[in-house]
DNA sequence: CAAAGTTAATAGTATTACTATCACATTTTG
DNA sequence: CAAAATGTGATAGTAATACTATTAACTTTG
């Protein structure tokens, strides 16, 4: 598995781009540093000046690779369901039961993410915290309906339709498959969310993650 | 129960604003006209510069009432869930069967919401549309443990203590009956906004509502 | 080695998110 | 009923943000 991610390069919808951040030394270095600094100071706070500064580089550099910071984030957070689509594909195939098969794909959906040592400039863990605390927000703009056009989403969409079809392996009978997917994949951020901020409203502690809360509730629906 | 709701006065967290906006003209005027642009232009352009224009006021004296926009935000947040409580204690008390309890609750935070003509100046049904669209922006700014130790979220903890309490009359054997109740309110926004945006990972369609995935949901669950 | 591309630095603009001040009208109160 | 307090509107001003444009130096490539 080691090998097969290191030859891995995520490729994305070249409209969250201006210039490709992977194929250069700052690219790389702008992708790596947005991310340390966006969990340090949060999304709104972030700007290009302040990642400027980090990065020993300039602001009007940084232009030249996203348009703005919103899509710096559409960016981020496409690259991180690309990497989960990916590793999802590897954890599923060739495993012939279907109820094992959810098992896995919630398994990663729902768990605490580690960084994984084969991708350098990307800190998979805090890129997961990033997700977390600030997913949300690429969604929710006035805008999202154009962006969902130009295939902003794509990735995203895609982990969800994977698990919509497993769903659909394990109960062909069940009328909510489509709504099933999402809610877990986005309460499952939601629930991690409430573990950091709003403890009293969730069961999940400290250092826990979603899989229990979610597998229980995929079996108890659908079997 | 509209002669119960006409002499309801929503009482909220003093530190949401500066100037109460129930007791004047002007503060109802900001309310009711925040909600209208906000919801055509969303929050991230919307100023007080602009509503101040709307209602032929000037910048100046919105900000007599409020600080900034993000405490108008929670403020509106807050009157909705405020709202909702109340209809959820008239609507479960009283009753003596849990799991009908449950469906009423359920039911309430779910379905889509109708004004409600006995607040003249706040349109609930405009408002539940910005619950759906921005309630999620509320949450995740880098001051949510602050403000969450000033009490901006009691309310919507509240509702979801609720909802937590009637689960474990249904079922006190349940053991994650907080992050079901938390994940059926947030869950049920995030379908909704599915449902307006991203039609093709939901099974809500058009006009529906996510009661009927909820309910079917939580009798799985619990029963 | 010339052309093309990349980057850093500087400057500049419109907008935002406020704050401060003042004038005027209305309401309260002594 | 006069003085004081309060509420509102108008104007001005500031720091920060989110960019755009230009230029000059440096690096890569054909």
Redesign the pocket.
């Known amino acids: 598995m080691q090998n097969l991610l290191s030859n891995l390069k995520i490729t994305l919808n070249e409209k969250l781009y201006v ?1 490709d951040p992977e ?5 790389r270095n702008i992708l790596k540093n947005s991310i340390l600094l966006m969990n340090e100071i949060g999304f ?7 990642l ?1 500064e980090k ?11 996203f ?4 899509k710096l984030l559409v960016y981020l957070t496409s690259w991180y369901w690309s990497w989960m689509e990916y590793r999802m594909v590897l954890a599923t195939t060739n495993i012939s039961n279907p109820v094992e098969k959810l098992e896995k794909a919630i398994k990663l959906v729902t768990e605490n993410v580690a960084d994984d040592q084969t991708t350098p400039h990307i800190n998979e863990e805090i890129l997961s915290r990033i997700i977390v605390e600030e997913f949300a927000k690429t969604l929710m703009t006035k805008e999202v309906d154009t962006e969902n056009k130009e295939g902003f989403f794509l990735v995203y969409k895609r982990v969800i339709n994977r698990i919509i079809a497993i769903i659909q392996e394990v109960n062909p009978e069940y009328p909510f498959a489509k709504s099933l997917a999402s809610s877990i994949v986005e309460g499952a951020l939601h629930q991690h969310f409430l573990k950091n901020h709003l403890k009293t409203i969730t069961n999940l502690s400290e250092k826990e993650c979603a899989t229990d809360f979610y597998t229980d509730m995929v079996k108890k629906i659908l079997l």
Chains 1, 2 share one sequence.
């Open positions: 210039k194929t250069s030394e700052l690219g709104e706070a972030f700007t290009f000046k302040k400027g990065i020993q580089s300039n602001e009007s550099s940084i232009y030249r690779y348009e703005n910071k919103h």
